[in-house]
C-alpha cells in the first residue's frame, strides 16, 4: 500500500514537472513570437492609420474650402505703378481663420469616427507562406482620437527664368491610438495639405547664362 501510494506520488510529481515544462514551452514560444510580429505589427499600423487619417484630412479640407470662397484672397499682391507684381505674401488673418475652422471640423470628423478594424495573417507578419494557408490572423483596431496641432507653412519654388512658385500649406498633426494584441500604442500622423498656390512673374532679363554646377566648382579650384 505505501509503495502504490510512493508511485503515485512520484507519478503527480513527474506529471507537475511535464507540464511546468510545457507550461515554460508555451510561454517562451509567445514570447517568442511576439518579439517578431510586434515590429513587422507596428509599421503596419502606422501606415493603415497614416491612409486614413489622410482620407479624413483630404476630405475635410475639401469640404471647408468649398463651403468657403476664398479663391485667391489667401494671398496679397501689391504692384508697381506700371503693374508689375512687387510683393506678394499670404493674407494672414484669413488664413488662420480658415485654419482654426479646419482644425474645429476636423476634431468633430474624429469624434464621430468609426473605429477601423483589420485582420493581419500570422503568415504575413512573421514572413510565414505555411501559416499565410491556415487563416490565422491578428485583430487591430485604429482610431484617430485628436488634433494635436494645426498650422500653416509657406513655400517658394522656382519655376524657370523670373518665375516663382508660391505655395501655402496647412500642416496638421493627429494623435492616434493603435489596439493591438498584446499593447495599446499612441502616436502622431503629419499631412501636410497644399491649400492655394500661385506663380509669381517678374521681368525677363536681356540675357541669361546657365553655368554646371562642375564648371563653378572648376573656376573656385
Not at 51 to 58: D, G, L, N
Amino acid at each position: 500500500m505505501k509503495g502504490w501510494r510512493r508511485g503515485r506520488g512520484v507519478f503527480w510529481e513527474k506529471t507537475a514537472i511535464s507540464l511546468g515544462i510545457i507550461a515554460l514551452g508555451c510561454i517562451l514560444l509567445i514570447e517568442g513570437l511576439k518579439s517578431q510580429i510586434e515590429p513587422n505589427m507596428d509599421a503596419v499600423s502606422q501606415l493603415k492609420a497614416k491612409a486614413m487619417v489622410t482620407e479624413i484630412v483630404s476630405q475635410t479640407m475639401e469640404e471647408e474650402l468649398a463651403d468657403q470662397n476664398y479663391g485667391d484672397n489667401l494671398f496679397v499682391v501689391k504692384t508697381g505703378e506700371n503693374g508689375e507684381i512687387q510683393m506678394v505674401q499670404s493674407n494672414t488673418g484669413l488664413i488662420n481663420g480658415l485654419v482654426s475652422s479646419f482644425a474645429s471640423a476636423l476634431q468633430e470628423k474624429y469624434n464621430s469616427a468609426e473605429p477601423q478594424d483589420m485582420k493581419l495573417s500570422y503568415g504575413t507578419l512573421i514572413g510565414s507562406k505555411v501559416l499565410s494557408q491556415t487563416g490565422l490572423s491578428v485583430n487591430i483596431r485604429i482610431l484617430p482620437l485628436s488634433v494635436a496641432e494645426c498650422d500653416f507653412e509657406t513655400e517658394f519654388e522656382s519655376q524657370g527664368i523670373n518665375q516663382t512658385k508660391y505655395k501655402i500649406y496647412v500642416t496638421i498633426e493627429t494623435n492616434v491610438r493603435v489596439l493591438q494584441p498584446f499593447s495599446s500604442n499612441s502616436f502622431k500622423v503629419k499631412n501636410k495639405v497644399l491649400i492655394a498656390e500661385t506663380v509669381i512673374v517678374g521681368d525677363v532679363p536681356d540675357s541669361y547664362v546657365n553655368v554646371p554646377k562642375e564648371d563653378i566648382l572648376d573656376a573656385i579650384n
